[in-house]
T-cell receptor, first 114, second 113 residues
Framework: DQQVKQNSPSLSVQEGRISILNCDYT??????FLWYKKYPAEGPTFLIS?????DKNEDGRFTVFLNKSAKHLSLHIVPSQPGDSAVYFC?????????????FGKGTHLIIQP | DAGVIQSPRHEVTEMGQEVTLRCKLI?????LFWYRQTMMRGLELLIY????????DSGMPEDRFSAKMPNASFSTLKIQPSEPRDSAVYFC???????????FGQGTRLTVV
């Protein structure tokens, strides 16, 4: 049973527009959430995180929103750039920063079209 | 710092053979994680260590899998004997403390034929 779900295997967005990637979770014990980006033949790279005590965290073009009551988070990328084309993984942990390991979604392949 | 270093990058082996995957942590990091990525199950946590001590190995699929940290900067994941269903990409990751995100290596693509 998947505890972290990314229901869109792929998403295509035009360059310059906003990309919105969604993630749902089922385990109410999760209290720290992260987004990772992965290029082919490379390991996942940390992008941005959010603690359950917040509902928004922003870092440059990347913003993560958390709705605890709905057990839903989203990653917004604006404006989208060609280099953003990658697979994005949502991850969750019961402790801050994933010190006890991360539970990952299956990923969303984001394609930025020129 | 060179980041988390995994070796080999690719490994092709015959069913029944022993396979050893290696990982060097980022200097100063004290938590070590092994993950496996497959098409069916995505990224799964196999085992993690904190200060060289295994904390949770509940993700290790079978007794054929074992992991060690002989010192603070190095870890191995061993599969003996290997089977075709073990074919996957294996990632090692490390983190500095309980409040840091994990940094991943580039992975080892294992193919068991």
């Amino acid at each position: 049973d998947q505890q972290v779900k990314q229901n869109s295997p792929s998403l295509s967005v035009q360059e310059g527009r906003i990309s919105i990637l969604n993630c749902d979770y089922t385990n109410s014990m999760f209290d720290y959430f992260l987004w990772y980006k992965k290029y082919p033949a490379e390991g996942p790279t940390f992008l941005i995180s959010i603690s359950s005590i917040k509902d928004k965290n922003e870092d440059g073009r990347f913003t993560v929103f958390l709705n605890k009551s709905a057990k839903h988070l989203s990653l917004h990328i604006v404006p989208s750039q060609p280099g953003d084309s990658a697979v994005y993984f949502c991850a969750a942990s019961g402790t801050r920063g994933g010190a006890d390991g991360l539970t990952f979604g299956k990923g969303t392949h984001l394609i930025i079209q020129p | 710092d060179a980041g988390v270093i995994q070796s080999p990058r690719h490994e092709v082996t015959e069913m029944g053979q022993e396979v050893t995957l290696r990982c060097k942590l980022i200097s100063g990091h004290n938590s070590l994680f092994w993950y496996r990525q497959t098409m069916m199950r995505g990224l799964e946590l196999l085992i993690y260590f904190n200060n060289n001590v295994p904390i949770d190995d509940s993700g290790m699929p079978e007794d054929r899998f074992s992991a060690k940290m002989p010192n603070a900067s190095f870890s191995t994941l061993k599969i003996q004997p290997s089977e075709p269903r073990d074919s996957a990409v294996y990632f090692c990751a490390s983190s500095a403390n309980r409040e840091a995100e994990a940094f991943f290596g580039q992975g080892t693509r294992l193919t068991v034929v």
